[in-house]
């Protein structure tokens, strides 16, 4: 097997001697850069676009920056701000914001997820922002803010498991904040779901 160390001494020397041969190998290169190496395909993708941008090819260009930011959004290479001229939809947001969660960036993420506006957002993308804000800030140990954000999605969220996440989740937020508090939502969750191993 080829290092993403290897993999990526290639991208870089592609990038700048033929931008042409990067850009139409970049995929089968990319597959070999492991998912957990943030900063190698952060870096990998900056110099997509920068590749992109060489040929004159601009929107596919905005577009690798783009989700050089959003999949990427720790990497050492990856802006903190979107680059100029460079817009995400809300629904790009919201995928930010849960890569960060997974990233246990929750102070970011809660940032990120308060500023969506949820207007443009569906019914699913609205219920996945609520729930996203309930994980952050219980990891914040803002448990209020998470009772209630995690109380919204277990009431409204059409997806079964998500629902069934929030309210498992809510009771374990309500038992840490008012311990006695807790029982009618623990009672709630085994009824709603009496055979679920949780």
Same mark, same amino acid.
Request: charged share 30%; glycine share 4%; aromatic share 6%.
């Given at each position: 097997a080829v290092s993403a160390r290897a993999v990526r001494t290639l991208?870089?020397?592609?990038?700048?001697?033929?931008?042409?041969?990067?850009?139409s190998r970049f995929d089968a290169f990319s597959s070999a850069i492991p998912?957990?190496?943030?900063?190698?395909?952060?870096?990998?993708?900056?110099?997509?676009?920068?590749?992109?941008?060489r040929l004159g090819h601009q929107d596919a260009a905005k577009r690798t920056w783009a989700r050089q930011f959003i999949e990427e959004p720790i990497a050492a290479s990856t802006p903190r701000a979107l680059k100029k001229g460079? &817009? !995400?939809?809300?629904? %790009? @947001?919201?995928v930010r914001a849960e890569n960060l969660l997974k990233l246990?960036?929750?102070?970011?993420?809660?940032?990120e997820l308060?500023?969506?506006?949820?207007?443009?957002?569906?019914?699913?993308?609205?219920?996945?922002?609520?729930?996203?804000?309930?994980?952050?800030?219980?990891?914040?140990?803002?448990?209020?803010?998470?009772?209630?954000?995690?109380?919204?999605?277990?009431?409204?969220?059409?997806?079964?498991?998500?629902a069934r996440r929030a309210l498992y989740l809510?009771?374990?937020?309500? &038992? !840490?904040?008012?311990? %006695? @508090?807790s029982i009618p939502v623990i009672e709630k969750f085994s009824e709603r779901y009496p055979d679920h191993s949780m």
């Amino acid at each position: 097997a080829v290092s993403a160390r290897a993999v990526r001494t290639l991208i870089d020397a592609l990038g700048k001697s033929d931008p042409a041969a990067l850009i139409s190998r970049f995929d089968a290169f990319s597959s070999a850069i492991p998912t957990w190496d943030s900063n190698t395909r952060s870096a990998a993708l900056d110099t997509l676009a920068t590749s992109q941008e060489r040929l004159g090819h601009q929107d596919a260009a905005k577009r690798t920056w783009a989700r050089q930011f959003i999949e990427e959004p720790i990497a050492a290479s990856t802006p903190r701000a979107l680059k100029k001229g460079i &817009s !995400i939809t809300a629904a %790009l @947001r919201l995928v930010r914001a849960e890569n960060l969660l997974k990233l246990n960036r929750s102070e970011l993420a809660v940032t990120e997820l308060t500023a969506i506006d949820d207007r443009p957002l569906n019914s699913d993308e609205k219920c996945r922002r609520r729930f996203g804000l309930g994980l952050g800030y219980r990891k914040l140990r803002k448990y209020s803010d998470s009772e209630k954000e995690l109380a919204w999605a277990a009431q409204h969220c059409a997806d079964a498991d998500l629902a069934r996440r929030a309210l498992y989740l809510q009771a374990k937020v309500v &038992s !840490i904040s008012d311990g %006695l @508090r807790s029982i009618p939502v623990i009672e709630k969750f085994s009824e709603r779901y009496p055979d679920h191993s949780m």
